[in-house]
């Protein structure tokens, strides 16, 4: 009968199995037991004060409670409750007064490692809103890479221009393997050439990362950020690189706006001067277009436009590179 | 001539035969053995017994009864060319994704709805993953979304927790909010 019960609990969120245990004594107890095995509560954490003196955190399932919690100590027994038998989907990491916030996030992610029950955060938010030292920021950025289990990094392009000479921070005990930057409003967000030349060699010379995901919020953006130009300069040193294995597996561009307009991509690659040995059109819903072209050492790079569905104006240009064998 | 199973006993010949199946309430059923080889369990004993089975005498069921073993017989018959069904779990909360159910099993399900429990646990011993898992889905759906107190009444579960366990419950759940 145990593992009846058990099986069917493992359909149900960690909401309905906590209700679950007021049902009797044989289900509390088989609850309580099978823990380790049984669904976790995917929580959402974000820091909204300005100051970070309150976090707020929610249960992903839709209707559930918000809680406010006040800044985090590693001697606050009450927080190992918060995250019995939780994961923590996101966590925010936000360096507006710098110290503070970032000692607050290491606590917490103390926390989360203590207690054995709990799956540390997937999702790591870098916000460096108030101008400080590139040193200052990897001071505190770097502890918490070390302490934390996420796998994917999201960041502001000026701040990963920032890191992008600090790479060893991302070899030193983190477990990130994706990277998602997003290029914002001009002209703030535009990355000086320093950081073009920089994103380029940070693309083919990791070892560790696989995927990168890059956006443009606005065709502004694009423009300005002379994504061309690094499109160019991508494909010029993975054509030319003498280690193409430590090119990203995957590399994503986003582009958020009207991309409804096939001639725009199409356009877009064009002028990139590619030479298309593929193509195949799938009447704007899923892969566009798709383009490839290879290395003499049967090295591959692999490029799709895709638009997400008919309305939406998502768009996607995906690199893939891959040895063809 | 496809040999499926070791012993030489195994053969889409072998089948099409009939075998007895004898449950704890000594009931017989008549089964072809094609279709009683959706239970792993019934298809270990027949390839262990191999050319020393003899299909008349019966397979002993001593944990599962006639009326039951007769539910379980349905889903055999339907699901005896079926293929495997594949169990996945979200890899970071651990939760089971639920199975897209044929028209088919949906009416089996609503036909058989008060004997959810015993068929979950029937399948269990006969090791009939799919009618398992899908079992367990229908019984996790039927406690979503109820309150405790629904829920006994619906499985007829007697409250057998004092008001301080249920208290003490409600306050060591953080998140709780019922």
New interface residues.
């Given amino acids: 009968m145990n593992d009846v019960v058990k099986e069917v609990f493992k359909f149900l969120s960690r909401k309905e199995i906590e209700k679950s245990q007021l049902v009797s004594r044989y289900w509390k107890n088989l609850i309580a037991l099978s823990s380790d095995e049984l669904p976790l509560r995917s929580l959402c954490v974000w820091a909204c004060t300005y100051d970070d003196s309150y976090y707020f955190m929610r249960d992903k399932e839709p209707g559930c409670q918000v809680v406010k919690y006040p800044q985090f100590s590693v001697e606050d027994y009450h927080l190992e409750e918060i995250f019995q038998n939780c994961i923590v989907d996101r966590l925010p990491i936000t360096f507006r007064t710098c110290a503070q916030a970032a000692q607050t996030v290491v606590n917490l992610v103390k926390i989360l490692k203590q207690t054995n029950r709990l799956v540390v955060a997937i999702t790591c938010t870098i916000d460096i809103v108030e101008r400080i030292t590139e040193l200052e920021a990897l001071s505190h950025l770097q502890p918490i890479l070390e302490l934390i289990q996420a796998k994917e990094i999201r960041i502001s392009i000026n701040d990963f221009c920032y890191i992008l000479g600090h790479t060893r921070f991302f070899n030193s005990g983190a477990n990130i393997s994706q990277i998602t930057t997003t290029i914002g409003f001009p002209p703030e967000s535009v990355p000086t050439e320093q950081h073009k030349k920089q994103l380029v060699e940070f693309l083919s010379g990791s070892r560790f990362l696989k995927r990168i995901g890059i956006s443009f919020y606005s065709k502004l953006a694009l423009q300005k950020a002379d994504s061309i130009d690094i499109l160019r300069e991508l494909i010029k040193t993975f054509q030319t690189c003498e280690k193409p294995k430590n090119f990203f597996e995957e590399i994503e561009f986003f582009l958020y706006f009207a991309t409804g307009n096939p001639e725009f991509f199409c356009g877009f690659l064009t002028n990139l001067g590619l030479e298309l040995i593929e193509m195949s059109n799938t009447n704007q819903r899923g892969v566009l277009n798709s383009y490839k072209f290879q290395r003499s050492d049967n090295w591959m790079m692999k490029i799709e436009l895709s638009l997400s569905s008919q309305n939406d104006e998502t768009g996607h240009i995906k690199f893939f590179i891959a040895r063809k064998d | 001539m496809a040999t499926e199973s070791a012993n030489g006993v195994s053969s889409p010949e072998l089948n099409e035969r009939d075998v007895v199946i004898t449950t704890n309430d000594n009931r017989n059923f008549t089964v072809k053995i094609g279709v009683a080889r959706v239970s792993k369990t019934i298809n270990n004993m027949i390839q262990d017994l191999g050319e020393s089975l003899d299909l008349s005498s019966g397979i002993p069921l001593p944990n599962v009864d006639g009326p039951i073993f007769e539910k379980v017989l349905e889903w055999c018959e339907e699901h005896k060319n079926a293929p495997e069904i594949k169990v996945e779990?979200?890899p970071?909360?651990?939760?089971?994704k639920?199975f897209t159910m044929t028209e088919w099993e949906e009416e089996y399900f609503r036909k058989f709805l008060s004997h959810l429990?015993d068929l979950?646990?029937a399948a269990?011993y006969l090791e009939i993953p799919s009618l398992?898992?899908y079992t367990?889905?229908k019984?996790?759906?039927r406690?979503?979304g109820r309150?405790?107190e629904q829920?006994?009444e619906m499985f007829g579960?007697?409250?057998?927790?004092t008001e301080e366990?249920?208290a003490e419950?409600?306050r060591?759940?953080?998140?709780?909010?019922?």
């Fill in positions: 779990q979200d970071h909360t651990r939760e089971r639920w429990w979950a646990m269990n398992y898992y367990c889905q019984l996790a759906e406690i979503k309150t405790p829920i006994r579960i007697e409250d057998d927790l366990e249920k419950i409600r060591t759940n953080v998140w709780c909010t019922y």
